[in-house]
């Protein structure tokens, strides 16, 4: 397993061995190791203070038999360590086109990718350029592909912009608005790092680079093989990296819900620490620009930018907090309204119920009484005085009471009707009240 030791520090050869795939179709065995499934074998080396080099020594096979289990195949591990032959080979292609190769352990691997990303950030990473670039930060522009002329002169204009100001581009290198942003940041003499998806290999001999290779003012780089092709999946996964590497990200045009512009922009708004994302708001964005406003998105600033891009990014995310804080104490407001509506409809609710028990008028509030003196016969005078009321009321009680057949009058006297089934409730009203 002695291999290229000249050229790679050991932890980065285990690495290339363990999650590199040389070229080769994914199909073939033994399949290099997914990021997750990186993650699973470090953490197990951390748990016992060893490192990914330590796997290349004749203990290290021991180790692996002994401790490598799970979804985690030691024979798989094995299997990839021993190539030590086309990683040699592979090397040496990458370096005679001026390639380098990091991994996570080497200290020149971008620690911003390492902050934000953490166990996410990709095991290895291949590249060409200033590597000193990948810590400058900058600003992310990022768009479809499909794009009209005017987002492709927004595009340049706001790259040409950053170009005279010293703010880094940092994009996906993909046709568009990703190459016209980075393109225009190059010729304008600013700098640009481009996080590609694919074709690295072809990428670092295209003539769109060389010269901003030649002067460092361009980075290239890729979490995936050199010289492997478009793969749809790998184009959207790459998104985080281009947020990571930046301090601000401006979305030129987005569709909705779909495609790797608007995945990116939705991930990284996501995310609990994410960067500022702003957007384009111009006649004729597509929807996708409005819908991630609603997400967290802000306006970006509009033309012509006659000040520094970064005090104006600075005053319109002030300016945007303090709309979000208005709108938000607005709706709290607004919700107290609501609320304190709410509770006196309630309030007029219970009251509207409680009248339901209460008697319409002095004749059904005192009916209860009434009938509890008439369980023997009495004569008006002797009601009127038992209820403290005229006669004369209490003979219009009396009158009302035998019309609805709850008493009856015999000669002077009157007294309960006990054939009236009304009669049972009422007395039994009479007797709860008195209660």
């Known amino acids: 397993m002695a291999i290229l030791t000249h050229i790679l ?29 990186y993650n699973s074998l470090a953490q197990k080396l951390q748990q016992q203070h060893l490192r990914p080099a330590d796997l290349l020594s004749p203990d290290g096979q021991s180790w692996i038999q002994s401790e490598v289990n799970g979804s985690l195949s030691p024979q798989r591990i094995v299997h990839l360590l021993e190539r030590g032959a086309m990683l040699a080979v592979a090397v040496e292609n990458w370096t005679s086109k001026g390639l380098w190769i990091l991994s996570r352990s080497d200290e020149t691997y971008p620690q911003r990718l390492k902050r934000k990303l953490k166990h996410f950030s990709p095991p290895i990473l291949y590249g060409v350029g ?41 994009s996906g290198g993909a046709r568009g608005v990703d190459q016209t942003a980075m393109l225009a940041s190059i010729n304008a003499g600013g700098t640009s790092i481009g996080v590609l998806a694919d074709s690295l290999i072809k990428a670092v001999v295209s003539t769109k680079y060389r010269e901003g290779l030649r002067q460092g003012r361009v980075a290239l780089v890729s979490s995936y093989d050199p010289s492997a092709g478009f793969n749809a999946g ?4 790459r998104n985080k990296y281009v947020y990571a590497l930046a301090d601000h990200a401006l979305v030129v045009n987005s569709s909705y819900e779909k495609g790797g512009t608007w995945a990116g922009a939705k991930e990284e708004l996501k995310r609990e620490s994410h960067i500022p994302v702003w957007v384009r708001l111009e006649e004729d964005v597509p929807q996708g620009n409005h819908q991630l406003v609603q997400l967290g998105a802000i306006p970006f600033p509009i033309e012509p930018w006659n000040r520094n891009i970064l005090n104006l990014l600075e005053e319109a995310k002030q300016l945007h907090r303090d709309k979000a804080q208005k ?10 309204i609501n609320n304190q509506k709410e509770q006196l409809s309630n309030i007029d609710i219970q009251k509207k119920e409680q009248l339901k028990k209460f008697p319409k008028n002095a004749y059904e509030a005192i009916l209860p009484l009434l009938l509890y003196h008439l369980s023997e016969p009495k004569k008006d005078k002797e009601v009127a005085e038992l209820l403290d009321v005229a006669i004369g009321q209490a003979r219009l009680w009396l009158k009302k009471a035998v019309q609805e057949d709850l008493v009856k009058k015999e000669k002077s006297s009157y007294a309960l009707n006990q054939n009236n089934s009304q009669l049972q409730l009422l007395k039994f009203n009479s007797v709860s009240a008195d209660i």
């Open 9 to 37: 520090q050991p932890d980065t050869q285990a690495i290339l061995l363990l999650c590199a795939g040389f070229g080769q179709s994914r199909q073939v065995e033994p399949k290099p190791l997914s990021l997750s499934e």
């Open 327 to 336: 709108n938000t104490s607005e709706q709290l407001e607004l919700s107290e």
């Open 130 to 170: 200033n590597l000193a670039l990948l810590s400058k930060g900058g600003l992310a522009v990022v768009g479809s592909r499909s794009i009209d002329d005017e987002g492709l002169g927004y595009t340049q204009r706001i790259a040409e912009k950053c170009a005279e100001q010293g703010i880094q581009i940092v």
């Open 234 to 237: 790998n184009a959207m996964n």
